[in-house]
């Protein structure tokens, strides 16, 4: 934190636990080929991969909206006179979970919560990851950094509340709004209650926003189309909409914190044609993670401002 003026706080600091992106078109095929576990992808998906990349610009925006919350939120907790090292490292991207940990080592950090940069908890958005920090771990004999993280914050009024900027403005009479998260298998789902998550979040943004015509979806589903996942998709549920009841959709991706291609391709390319092939309008609200309400959340005491009061998750 160079400039601050204060005590740093030697043995504390806070990690940011994203999923990554690549940041060049050149990075895509190393990235999925992570992503994938090194298991083998056939050309015919490498292409697909790619051709998704290039329409959004050749690069995720994920890594850099991630670096900007880093920021802020390294100024929120100087705001609370918190003076601790803020770092993000990435499960897929450089910097690696291995680069935090030395990191880590290299300063004398001794504890550092870990924020898991999903909303909603399962096996891929959150226990891999612990997963993850434990093989980093090994790799870099960092056992002597106690490890933490953050509760839960799904239910949260300030993550709710950064949901509502984005979806005023259009008309709840016209329009339908549509709340999305990540499929993932249902036989994952039903081990960690996401759905159950997913639902909360969306029924108090709805009632905070005064909603009355308002719906869940799922997207960017992957996998064998032969396992069931959860549903419906967003493209099923527009299917169904009466073009003569609304002028609009509204999608509010309330599963995701950052912009990736998820965000980028899949709603506002794929979804935004089918919308506007059906005859509506397509509006979608921004990700919340350089929202200051997010932010703010973030910064509370729960969080970060008594690192050493928040009990190791066991693994």
Request: charged share 25%; with cysteine.
């Amino acid at each position: 934190m160079n400039g601050v003026e204060g005590r740093m706080d030697s043995d504390n600091a806070v990690w940011l636990m994203g999923f990554g992106g690549p940041g060049r078109l050149e990075e895509v095929p190393p990235f999925l080929q992570s992503v994938l576990g090194g298991a083998p992808i056939s050309e015919e998906r490498r292409r697909e991969v790619l051709k998704h990349y290039e329409a959004v610009g050749g690069v995720s925006p994920y890594c850099a909206q991630v670096e900007r919350f880093r920021r802020l939120l390294e100024e929120e907790l100087r705001r609370r006179q918190v003076f601790v090292p803020v770092l993000a490292g990435f499960r897929h991207s450089r910097p690696s979970f291995e680069d935090v940990f030395l990191t880590l080592r290299q300063k004398g950090v001794k504890r550092a919560v870990g924020i898991v940069l999903s909303p909603f908890r399962c096996e891929a958005s959150f226990d891999r990851y612990l997963a993850r920090v434990e093989e980093a771990r090994r790799k870099t004999g960092a056992g002597d950094v106690e490890i933490s993280y953050a509760p839960s914050f799904h239910r949260h009024p300030l993550f709710i509340e950064a949901h509502e900027a984005g979806a005023n403005g259009h008309s709840p009479l016209r329009t339908y709004f549509l709340f999305s998260a990540h499929s993932v298998p249902l036989s994952m789902a039903g081990k960690s209650g996401y759905e159950e998550q997913f639902r909360e979040a969306a029924s108090l943004a709805a009632r905070r926003l005064g909603l009355k015509h308002w719906g869940m979806a799922y997207q960017s589903r992957s996998g064998r189309p032969q396992d069931p996942w959860l549903g419906p998709l967003v493209q099923e549920v527009v299917r169904k909409l009466n073009k003569d009841e609304w002028d609009s959709v509204c999608v509010i991706p309330i599963g995701f914190l950052c912009d990736n291609v998820e965000i980028r391709y899949d709603l506002d390319i794929e979804l935004k044609g089918l919308v506007e092939e059906s005859g509506f309008n397509y509006v979608r609200t921004k990700t919340v993670v350089d929202h200051p309400r997010f932010v703010e959340m973030m910064g509370d005491d729960i969080f970060c401002n008594r690192l050493d009061q928040i009990p190791p998750t066991p693994f």
